[in-house]
């Protein structure tokens, strides 16, 4: 209860802040994008993790406040990407609740235009838990989300109980494979055959596939003869504060690289 009431006080505060994990192509190595993750600088507590305050504010009903803050700062960070002709997208969570929320798309589309930021750099992450618990709610709104220009993808595929004759219904450009199955990919069949058959699906209905949790250069390797197009997780790089991920493009990130971009 204590740590609830302290963050009704950290979303008004703004001690909220953000790590980005990189997101690398796997055809050419370039990093093209980030995905955001909030985290809370507590003022007595240090910094903390999402699995450390994230429940409580859906038990607290705070993940609006939560969720406003997490979309201003990464518009924010991204439009100053763009004003330094870096050209990232940028990955940013909703929770369940968001999408149930009947201002949620008018509040985002104000975010939007207040900061700058380009929309067909903007990539909405939702998991398919999210979109079930209202399909046809869930469709209106992410029609006038992509009406923006902004992109949206399925969080965690493969782990929720999502029908595709719902999924295929909505306006999503990308998958993104649970790292459930990513991580031990290359020591165990069965993930092996998830991952390359939600590759497959993927082809098939013409989106683009994200691979998160990869942990190791084998499994990035195998991604890529699976041809999966984007590859996410600690291999690469964990999540981390955008001075940290500068130095980490200045130096680390250009290993990945299969040649250099023209």
């Known amino acids: 209860l204590a740590i609830i009431q302290e963050l009704g006080d950290a979303i008004r505060e703004r001690q909220l802040i953000l790590h980005f994990q990189p997101k690398v192509n796997l055809a050419s190595g370039a990093v093209v994008g980030f995905e955001a993750l909030v985290r809370w600088q507590h003022p007595r507590l240090g910094l903390l ?16 406040g939560v969720t406003r803050n997490v979309i201003e ?10 004003d330094a002709g870096l050209p990232y997208t940028m990955a940013i969570n909703l929770s369940p609740r968001n999408l149930l929320e ?3 798309v008018a509040n985002f589309e104000h975010a939007l235009v207040r900061s700058g930021a380009d929309p067909k750099r903007v990539e909405l992450e939702l998991t398919e838990t999210a979109l079930m618990q209202d399909p046809e709610g869930a469709a209106k709104r992410l029609e006038r989300i992509v009406e923006l220009g902004v992109r949206i993808s399925i969080d965690d595929f493969g782990t929720g109980y999502s029908s595709l004759a719902h999924l295929r219904r909505l306006p999503i450009h990308a998958l993104k494979i649970d790292q459930l199955f990513v991580t031990e990919m290359a020591t165990n069949a069965q993930d092996l055959a998830i991952v390359r058959s939600t590759i497959g699906l993927g082809r098939n209905l013409g989106l683009e596939v994200v691979a998160e949790g990869v942990e190791t250069a084998q499994v990035m390797e195998m991604l890529g003869e699976l041809d999966c197009d984007i590859a996410q997780g600690y291999v690469l790089s964990p999540p981390k504060p955008w001075p940290a991920i500068s130095e980490w493009l200045a130096g680390d990130a250009k290993k990945w690289l299969k040649h250099e971009p023209r």
């Open 102 to 104: 009947r201002d949620f």
């Open 49 to 64: 993790g999402p699995g450390a305050f994230i429940p409580l504010a859906e038990v607290g009903d705070l993940m609006q």
């Open 73 to 82: 700062l990464a518009l924010a960070q991204l439009r100053q990407w763009g």
